[in-house]
Every structure is written in structure tokens, then in C-alpha cells.
């Protein structure tokens, strides 16, 4: 059974702070991905990696980064977190040449 | 630009009966669809995929419809029960899994019993 981990459930950060949110997979899975989800919108995709070190931006990359120094982990960084930054960030994982991707449960982030 | 679209935000169907979930989508390129269940502070979980060299794909109570044609895809849901209450993700793929997935906004299915 795959399974993609989360560091945080529930997270309340404060405007202009740095924030880190934690992926880890445990099926040895070159392809990591964050993409928030918000109501009415879906889910988006904010960063994707492909291999370790290597990083490509999605459709709503702007305000974030991410830092991928183990294939198991895949980090998303807000570096000055935003108001407008609230939402769900999920985390998912993907053998190469395979579609399907498996979800973490969520880290609802609330920034104040 | 949506490149995947879900048009109805919500579904009521009685315990029971059949579940029709639609989408639809722009891109042409999308060789790859996968439908995924979701529910309140979780993350979403896959349900079934078809590719675009199928029309149909089952599994279990689950089966999947593509016509390419009208770039259109449906999940039914036979028989529907009380647990299939969720948001449903309809998602289309045209890079062989490596550069994510293009959700739709997603259809709440609610089941009544």
C-alpha cells in the first residue's frame, strides 16, 4: 500500500512568516507534486519534481518554492506566507510512466 | 482557461439508484483520465482512470464512458450507497504521469438514503 505522509494536519502561520510543509512517500516514487485545493476551485498545481533535485513549476507556482534533497521528500516553502496563501495543500506521488497519483491526507494551512 | 470542466457543483441521488457524474474537457492532448473520490479533510483517493485508446472502463460499481468525440467523460456509480457521499475529482493527463494532473472543480455527490 503506498503511503504519502504529511507533517502537519492543521497549521496556523501569521502573515510574513516562513512556512514549511512536509511530504514523504514510502514507495520509492520518482514523481512528487503540491497543489492546494480551495472551494469552487479544485485542485492546483503548484510544483511538481520528477527526480531528486529537480523541480518544474505548475499552473500557480508564485509565492512558493520547494526543495526535493531525497526522492522519499518533497518540501513546499512559503517564504513570506500570505493571507491569501489559506488553504488545503496536498501532496501526492507517482512512478514514472504511470498516471495515477496517491494523495497524503492534507495540511490545512490558515495564515492570520 | 479550464481545461477540465465539471459543471454541476452538486448531485442528489437516491441510495440505490445509478450516479452519473460528468465532465468535460478542452485539451486534446490528454491521453489519460482519472476520476478521484474525496472526502472532508482527506486527501482525494483514486477511483478508476480510462485511457483515450478505451471508451469504457468497470470496476466494481464503477464504470467510466469516454467519448472522445465530445471530449466528454462520465462516472457511473451502480448501485449508489450511503459511503459513495463525496466530492468527486474528474482529472486528465497528457504527459505519461510526469507532470501532474488537470482537475476539474469537482461535483458533490450526496446520497440520499
Known amino acids: 500500500d503506498v503511503k504519502v505522509t504529511q507533517s502537519s494536519r492543521y497549521l496556523v502561520k501569521r502573515t510574513g512568516e516562513k512556512v514549511f510543509l512536509e511530504c514523504v512517500q514510502d514507495m520509492d516514487h520518482e514523481n512528487m507534486f503540491w497543489y492546494r485545493q480551495d472551494p469552487g476551485l479544485g485542485l492546483r498545481l503548484i510544483y511538481f519534481s520528477y527526480d531528486v533535485k529537480m523541480k518544474e513549476k505548475g499552473d500557480i507556482p508564485e509565492g512558493y518554492s520547494v526543495s526535493r534533497e531525497k526522492k522519499e521528500r518533497f518540501s513546499l516553502i512559503l517564504e513570506s506566507a500570505s493571507t491569501n496563501q489559506t488553504s488545503m495543500y496536498l501532496c501526492?506521488?507517482?512512478?514514472?510512466?504511470?498516471?495515477?497519483?496517491?494523495f497524503g491526507p492534507g495540511t490545512r494551512l490558515l495564515v492570520l | 482557461d479550464q481545461q477540465v470542466k465539471q459543471n454541476s457543483p452538486s448531485l442528489s441521488v437516491q441510495e440505490g439508484r445509478i450516479s452519473i457524474l460528468n465532465c468535460d474537457y478542452t485539451?486534446?492532448?490528454?491521453?489519460?483520465f482519472l476520476w478521484y473520490k474525496k472526502y472532508p479533510a482527506e486527501g482525494p483517493t483514486f477511483l478508476i482512470s480510462i485511457s483515450s485508446i478505451k471508451d469504457k472502463n468497470e470496476d466494481g460499481r464503477f464504470t467510466v464512458f469516454l467519448n472522445k468525440s465530445a471530449k466528454h467523460l462520465s462516472l457511473h456509480i451502480v448501485p449508489s450507497q450511503p459511503g459513495d457521499s463525496a466530492v468527486y475529482f474528474c482529472a486528465g493527463d497528457s504527459g505519461g504521469g510526469a507532470d501532474g494532473l488537470t482537475f476539474g472543480k469537482g461535483t458533490h455527490l450526496i446520497i440520499q438514503p
Open positions: 501526492a506521488s507517482s512512478e514514472t510512466g504511470l498516471e495515477t497519483q496517491y
Open positions: 485539451n486534446s492532448m490528454f491521453d489519460y
